[in-house]
C-alpha cells in the first residue's frame, strides 16, 4: 500500500492529472516560506544601494509583485487550491552579488500555502529582474521551499 509521501497524488489511479481531494483533512493554521535569489552585476547591486535603477523602486515594486503573486496562485498552477491567504510579507536585501528574496505565507486551511510561497519569491524575481534589465541582462534566479508548518505532515524545514 502506497502512502502520499510515495506517489505523485495529483495522478489518478489511470496517470490522469486531478486536484487532489482535501475536504476530509483539519482545517488548521498552516505558513511556508520560500528564498530565492536573482544574482546580479556589481553595478545593478550598486545602484540599487544608490540612486536606484533606471525603471524605479525596484525592490518596492518587487515587493508587491510578491505579494499580488502569492494572492494569484491558483491562477497560475491548475491544480492548485484557491486558499484564503490570510497573510502574505515578502522581504528583499541586496547582497554583494545578488537580490535576495524571502516570502512567508500565512493561511487557515485545509492545505499547505508552499506554492503560493514559491509564486511569491517568482514573481518578485521576475519583477527584479525586469527592473534591473537594462543594466544586466544576465540576471540569474534560484528558488526553493524553506520551511513549512501545520497540516498532517506536521512541520518541516531545510537543513541545507
Given at each position: 500500500?502506497?502512502?502520499?509521501?510515495?506517489?505523485l497524488t495529483h495522478l489518478?489511479?489511470?496517470?490522469?492529472a486531478r486536484m487532489v481531494d482535501v475536504?476530509a483533512?483539519d482545517?488548521?493554521?498552516?505558513?511556508?516560506?520560500?528564498?530565492r535569489?536573482?544574482l546580479?552585476?556589481p553595478r545593478?547591486?550598486?545602484?540599487l544601494?544608490?540612486?536606484?535603477?533606471?525603471?524605479?523602486?525596484?525592490?518596492a515594486t518587487?515587493?508587491?509583485?510578491g505579494?499580488?503573486?502569492?494572492k494569484?496562485?491558483?491562477?497560475?498552477?491548475?491544480?492548485?487550491?484557491p486558499?484564503?491567504?490570510?497573510?502574505?510579507?515578502?522581504?528583499l536585501?541586496?547582497?554583494d552579488?545578488?537580490?535576495?528574496?524571502?516570502?512567508?505565507?500565512?493561511?487557515?486551511?485545509?492545505?499547505?500555502?508552499?506554492?503560493e510561497?514559491l509564486t511569491a519569491?517568482?514573481?518578485?524575481?521576475l519583477?527584479?529582474i525586469?527592473m534591473?534589465?537594462a543594466?544586466d541582462?544576465?540576471?540569474?534566479?534560484d528558488?526553493?521551499?524553506e520551511?513549512?508548518?501545520?497540516?498532517?505532515?506536521?512541520?518541516?524545514s531545510?537543513?541545507?
Open positions: 500500500m502506497s502512502s502520499a509521501q510515495d506517489h489518478d489511479d489511470a496517470g490522469a475536504s483533512k482545517v488548521t493554521a498552516r505558513t511556508a516560506t520560500a528564498s535569489r536573482v546580479v552585476l545593478v547591486v550598486e545602484l544601494r544608490g540612486d536606484g535603477v533606471p525603471k524605479g523602486d525596484a525592490l518587487a515587493r508587491i509583485a505579494i499580488m503573486g502569492a494569484r496562485t491558483p491562477e497560475l498552477i491548475p491544480l492548485c487550491h486558499l484564503a491567504v490570510s497573510g502574505v510579507k515578502v522581504d536585501s541586496v547582497a552579488d545578488a537580490v535576495v528574496i524571502r516570502a512567508r505565507v500565512k493561511t487557515t486551511e485545509r492545505t499547505g500555502v508552499e506554492m510561497a519569491v517568482t514573481v518578485a524575481a519583477t527584479v525586469d534591473v534589465k543594466v541582462k544576465a540576471a540569474i534566479t528558488v526553493r521551499v520551511e513549512k508548518s501545520g497540516g498532517a505532515s506536521g512541520d518541516w531545510r537543513t541545507s
